[in-house]
């Protein structure tokens, strides 16, 4: 048997997503990838993968997903959500895990994961990594083009999900202690690269105005409600190349964030570029979110792009055993008793994690 | 037109060469982009040649704005135009009524035969401006200006792979089924996108492409070798183009 997580319930746009796939931009092929790579490197973390190891992106609602391997560890980051741990398929309820803690399933175990409230995105991991063949150099999904994944589209039904590792052995779980995924007050941009396409009232209004993230929003571009910006010559440029967090705006004067499956050009005016550093909090945002933006400059966006890298980098030292703070507890009590001499006879057995 | 560096938050700069589509401009694109990528620049991703500018996509981790900004200058300055050193490709097009439904409003609306818009259209060598819109989608140009017609009116949800289209100066292929607004004057059975091809897009933006009409049988016969795998278009040997060609 070749070791697979079997999909039961594929939740409503559950893909396989890593860093992306840069580097054929000229060809047409859009980089894709996670569209938050916060919880994406924080739910690799958690298992030991690398930090831009392929996931399943979920997206709203979680898919259901049993166990068909020896054992495997798991672990979703992506804001709270229920995530139950059924001992077989037909069971009614099972064991809560919670968020950033890695769990080992077994064989016939299966992994059910609710709606996303935090967040419209999350991550679950797999120790080891799934057995998919990159497509040019990266795992990640691109529906449109059937490119990558699993099969190039979201998981249906009945799908196996092949597992890199045919068993996890069995060690402590980790978890993370915390993972900030609080949205900026304010998206940061940096105006342009067309801002001279837009009349002072309509560049106001993008650094004024308040955005709801619309419904018809999805991997490609964020849509977004508000007061139209007004265009000072016409809503048609020459295409030219198009950047992650690019804010176009066509004839109707409603923008549209570019998002992981972006095209690579376009031939909308750019009013301004959402800074890489907040792109992560953005693809966290569900419809119906409200959303407004700052203008910064080129230097601050560099430097909050570092203070994002080092935060990533942070996230493996971050990782504790999920019984960290207890084990810190007998480790005090030993050395207590090297002092004293006296070890206690009534002292609890541990109980297993609560997962 | 000087140039003018538009930056794109921290990770992207445009680099425009001109205000407008014209070939001298394109050249000038292509022109950098080669530099650019001679000169291998620790941090830039990749380049993006477009009708007018080049995207450079690049880590700020190891490159700064301002520092890509000073290792362009040079490479900018003395830009000689690269023109017709792209690959040359010959596409087989069948214009079958059934495989190109706009083919007889074109007509009318240029007051051409169906035939003359035929003529028309594979009696210029066009040049690959940019790949964009779809993965290994072309944007061609130019279309002879008796063909030059906006967009349509309403676009159609599902135009399929293989469409030859023309809108405005430009004619494209639609390498995948995707909605489309231009409008579709033939069909070729050559794979503009096949994820068996390393890379899958057959074309590049520079590539010289002349199209060139076949019967259905011959489409039909050439369509279903593409499917198998036993087709592929492969560009023009460029000692026989030098010779036979100009």
């Known amino acids: 048997m070749k070791p697979a997580l079997r999909v039961l319930v594929p939740g409503l746009m559950t893909t396989l997503q890593d860093l992306g796939r840069p580097g054929y931009q000229h060809l047409g092929i859009p980089v894709s990838g996670a569209l938050d790579r916060v919880s994406l490197c924080a739910a690799n973390a958690i298992v030991r993968n690398p930090p831009g190891q392929g996931a399943l992106e979920i997206a709203y609602q979680g898919p259901t997903l049993a166990v068909e391997a020896d054992s495997v560890r798991l672990a979703f980051a992506g804001g709270p959500v229920a995530i139950e741990v059924l001992p077989d398929p037909g069971a009614a309820s099972g064991e809560r895990l919670p968020p950033l803690h890695s769990v080992r399933l077994r064989e016939g175990e299966v992994l059910r994961i609710g709606a996303l409230t935090g967040s419209a995105v999350g991550y679950l991991a797999v120790e080891g990594g799934f057995d998919a063949a990159p497509m040019l150099g990266s795992q990640s999904t691109y529906t449109r083009a059937g490119l990558g994944g699993f099969a190039g589209r979201a998981l249906r039904t009945g799908d196996l999900l092949p597992l890199r590792q045919a068993e996890a052995e069995e060690r402590e779980e980790a978890m993370l202690a915390s993972l900030d995924l609080a949205p900026p007050r304010r998206i940061r941009v940096v105006l342009g690269p067309q801002d001279d396409f837009f009349t002072e009232q309509g560049k106001r209004t993008i650094l004024e105005a308040e955005f709801a993230v619309s419904a018809a929003s999805d991997r490609m571009g964020m849509r977004l409600e508000g007061p139209a910006l007004e265009h000072s010559q016409g809503s048609n440029i020459v295409s030219d190349g198009i950047a992650p967090g690019s804010i176009q705006v066509p004839g109707n004067g409603l923008p549209i964030v570019l998002l992981a499956d972006r095209q690579t050009t376009g031939g909308y005016p750019k009013i301004a570029t959402v800074i890489s550093a907040d792109l992560p909090a953005l693809g966290r945002l569900a419809p119906g979110a409200k959303v407004a933006f700052a203008a910064v400059s080129v230097a601050e966006a560099e430097a909050e792009h570092r203070r994002l890298a080092a935060r990533l980098a942070a996230l493996p030292r971050q990782v504790v055993p999920v019984r960290g703070a207890p084990a810190l507890d007998v480790a005090a009590l030993l050395g207590a008793n090297l002092v004293s001499g006296v070890v206690s006879a009534h002292e609890p057995p541990r109980e297993p994690p609560q997962t | ?156 949800t599902a135009v399929p792979a293989g469409s030859v289209s023309i809108a405005t100066t430009l004619s494209a292929i639609y390498p995948l089924e995707s909605p489309g607004g231009w409008h579709l004057i033939g069909r070729t059975p050559a794979l503009l996108w096949d994820r068996r091809r390393d890379p899958p897009a057959m074309l590049v933006a520079g590539d010289q492409v002349r199209f060139e009409p076949i019967s259905l049988e011959a489409y039909a016969a050439l369509a279903a070798r593409s499917a198998a795998g036993e087709f592929r278009l492969e560009p023009e040997d460029p000692r026989l183009a030098a010779g036979a060609r100009e």
Not at chain 2, 36 to 61: C, K, N, W
Not at chain 2, 107 to 120: E, F, H, I, M, N
Request: aromatic fraction near 6%; hydrophobic fraction near 45%; charged fraction near 20%.
């Open chain 2, 1 to 156: 037109m000087t140039p003018r560096f538009l930056p794109c938050a921290d990770t992207a700069l445009a680099v425009e060469l001109g205000d407008r589509m014209d070939r001298h401009v394109s050249a000038l694109v292509l022109a950098l982009a080669e530099r650019v990528q001679a000169q291998a620049v620790a941090g830039i991703v990749e380049v993006v040649p477009t009708f007018r500018s080049l995207m450079i996509h690049y880590d700020p981790l190891t490159l700064s704005h301002a520092a890509l900004k000073e290792a362009l200058t040079p490479l900018m300055s003395g830009l000689r135009p690269v023109a017709g050193t792209g690959r040359r490709w010959r596409i087989p097009v069948c214009n079958h009524e059934s495989v190109a439904p706009d083919l007889n409003e074109v007509a009318s609306r240029t007051g051409l035969s169906p035939d003359q818009v035929v003529a028309q259209h594979s009696s210029v060598t066009y040049h690959v401006y940019m790949m964009g819109f779809l993965p290994g989608h072309p944007y061609m140009g130019d279309v002879p200006a008796a063909l030059t017609l906006p967009r349509r009116e309403i676009p159609r």
